[in-house]
């Protein structure tokens, strides 16, 4: 299984670091497990009760005919004999199909888990990658704010050395004019 970093996010209240992976993965995995459980007993359950009425029935029908056996002959013994070995060996087939479908309600199971895991796996993956991108979309705004910043200042500072220059031009000439009539 492969093992991603976790995602905290850190409460703007009180400060405590909630890790929402670990959470999001123990509410997933005790709801899956509950469902799974419940099925599981649901079809013993089923089963068991199943089991139940086909073994009293079987009670009372063994009954009826050993009732019976004791005024028939011996081929009527041994037709009720044949009779109930071949529900033995229908119990016993029905007993290797229930242990079948455990087999099979397990590997249901373990793929279930299986393909939880990885839909988690992929849920964690993209809300990592939608964190990552929202991020880094913001470090751009952030950069290009500060270059179109930097770019305003230089271009004021541009603007104010050319006024002074420009001032410093006039008062040359004003100085010049002046010292030129003063003469």
Same mark, same amino acid.
Request: charged letters at 40%; proline letters at 1%; aromatic letters at 2%.
């Given at each position: 299984m492969e093992k991603f970093n976790d995602v905290t996010v850190k409460c703007p209240n009180c400060s405590e670091v909630i890790d929402i992976t670990e &959470? &999001?993965?123990? =509410?997933? $995995?005790e709801q899956f497990k509950q469902e799974i459980t =419940?099925?599981? +007993?649901d079809e013993k359950a089923n089963l068991k009760k199943n089991h139940d009425k086909e073994v009293q029935m079987l009670k009372e029908q063994v009954k009826k005919e050993t009732l019976e056996v004791h005024a028939n002959k011996l081929k009527d013994l041994q037709e009720a004999l044949d009779k109930k070995d071949k529900r033995l060996k229908d119990f016993n087939n029905k007993e290797i199909e229930l242990l079948k479908l455990q087999r099979k309600h397990q590997? /249901?199971?373990e793929d279930l888990e299986l393909d939880f895991e990885k839909k988690l796996n992929q $849920? /964690? +993956? =993209? #809300?990592r990658s939608k964190i990552k991108n929202n991020? #880094?979309? #913001?470090?751009e705004l952030k950069i290009k704010e500060l270059e179109k910043k930097l770019q305003d200042q230089? +271009?004021?500072t541009q603007q104010m050395k050319q006024k002074q220059e420009q001032g410093s031009t006039r008062l040359n000439a004003n100085a010049r004019r002046s010292l030129g009539t003063g003469t």
């Amino acid at each position: 299984m492969e093992k991603f970093n976790d995602v905290t996010v850190k409460c703007p209240n009180c400060s405590e670091v909630i890790d929402i992976t670990e &959470m &999001m993965r123990h =509410q997933l $995995k005790e709801q899956f497990k509950q469902e799974i459980t =419940q099925r599981i +007993e649901d079809e013993k359950a089923n089963l068991k009760k199943n089991h139940d009425k086909e073994v009293q029935m079987l009670k009372e029908q063994v009954k009826k005919e050993t009732l019976e056996v004791h005024a028939n002959k011996l081929k009527d013994l041994q037709e009720a004999l044949d009779k109930k070995d071949k529900r033995l060996k229908d119990f016993n087939n029905k007993e290797i199909e229930l242990l079948k479908l455990q087999r099979k309600h397990q590997s /249901l199971k373990e793929d279930l888990e299986l393909d939880f895991e990885k839909k988690l796996n992929q $849920k /964690l +993956e =993209q #809300e990592r990658s939608k964190i990552k991108n929202n991020l #880094e979309s #913001e470090s751009e705004l952030k950069i290009k704010e500060l270059e179109k910043k930097l770019q305003d200042q230089v +271009e004021l500072t541009q603007q104010m050395k050319q006024k002074q220059e420009q001032g410093s031009t006039r008062l040359n000439a004003n100085a010049r004019r002046s010292l030129g009539t003063g003469t």
